[in-house]
């Protein structure tokens, strides 16, 4: 045998039993991540450990009364302006409800309380009626008193704007409703379709309000409706008048039946219309079947 090749069977048979008594594995972690088992082995000198996944997604706010009734669960596009006009409340009062940071900040599938705190056993209850009132232009002067003491009622409207009171039907809850503008109508409401009807008319003509209320919206923050004013008038009904050209009124402010709100425009419209709905608890029902005969 030669002297080179015994050297070399030498260090291969030292090298076997090396690696045969070697007590120092490489290490193996198992870890059970989301009920799985698996295998992990630690990161390399110098580099920065992968962060473990979280076990469950945070819930949403709320998210314990989905699908509960007085409770409406926030869908992509909307706004806090759209969820009041959705659920037929202010939207500020949403804000304070659900002790909001910023009204401005709202998630996909975050659920909203849309009854006063307290009332969810009574979302269906009897709403506050408003009182009728008529009302007179700004610069008319007071009527003479007549010997009795009383003054004769004269209230000045609008020329051809209907004024008559509708026929009372159920579900009406003693609304002294009046048409807000003096135009044909154009677009009817349908069901899943239009959520109101457009009355059309001419760049400026007044837009009215069509019952006492005040003023839960002005503004035109709400895609799709251009300038827009949403009246509530009491705990059932709202109105909203979309794509005025001007807005006559604010935020809060109490209005009356036949005051001008508005000025009738086409801001996100293709054309001049006044767009009317009458939202009852934030459904969405037929004008023409509340509103007066012309």
């Given at each position: ?28 972690e ?28 945070k819930?949403?706010?709320?998210a ?96 051809n704007?209907?004024t ?28 899943g ?7 059309a ?27 827009l ?33 508005a ?32």
């Amino acid at each position: 045998m030669r002297r080179g090749t015994g050297s070399a069977m030498l260090l291969c048979v030292a090298l076997l039993a090396g690696c045969a008594t070697s007590k120092h594995p490489a290490p193996v972690e198992d870890r059970v991540v989301g009920g799985r088992s698996t295998l992990a082995t630690p990161p390399a000198p110098g580099s920065v450990p992968a962060q473990p996944a979280a076990d469950a997604a945070k819930p949403l706010p709320g998210a314990e009364n989905a699908g509960k009734p007085g409770y409406y669960t926030v869908k992509p596009g909307d706004t806090m302006i759209r969820v009041g006009l959705e659920s037929g409340q202010n939207w500020k009062d949403l804000v304070k409800w659900n002790n909001l940071d910023n009204a401005n900040v709202i998630e996909v599938g975050q659920v909203l309380r849309v009854v006063p705190p307290g009332n969810d056993a009574g979302v269906s209850t009897r709403p506050v009626t408003a009182a009728r009132a008529e009302t007179r232009p700004l610069d008319a002067k007071p009527a003479p008193v007549a010997a009795s003491g009383t003054a004769p009622v004269a209230p000045a409207v609008p020329t051809n704007v209907s004024t008559a009171a509708a026929p009372q039907r159920d579900g009406d809850d003693d609304v002294n409703w009046m048409w807000p503008a003096s135009g044909p109508v154009n677009n009817v409401f349908e069901e899943g379709k239009s959520k109101g009807m457009g009355i059309a008319g001419k760049l400026g003509d007044p837009v009215l309000a069509a019952a006492d209320g005040r003023v839960v919206y002005a503004g035109s923050g709400l895609r799709g409706y251009g300038n827009l004013v949403i009246l509530k008038h009491n705990a059932t009904y709202l109105t909203a008048y979309a794509h005025n050209q001007t807005l006559l009124v604010k935020e809060d402010q109490a209005v009356k039946r036949g005051q001008k709100i508005a000025e009738m425009g086409n801001t996100d419209s293709d054309r001049v219309l006044l767009h009317f709905e009458i939202r009852k608890q934030g459904k969405p029902v037929d004008p023409a079947k509340l509103l007066p005969p012309r």
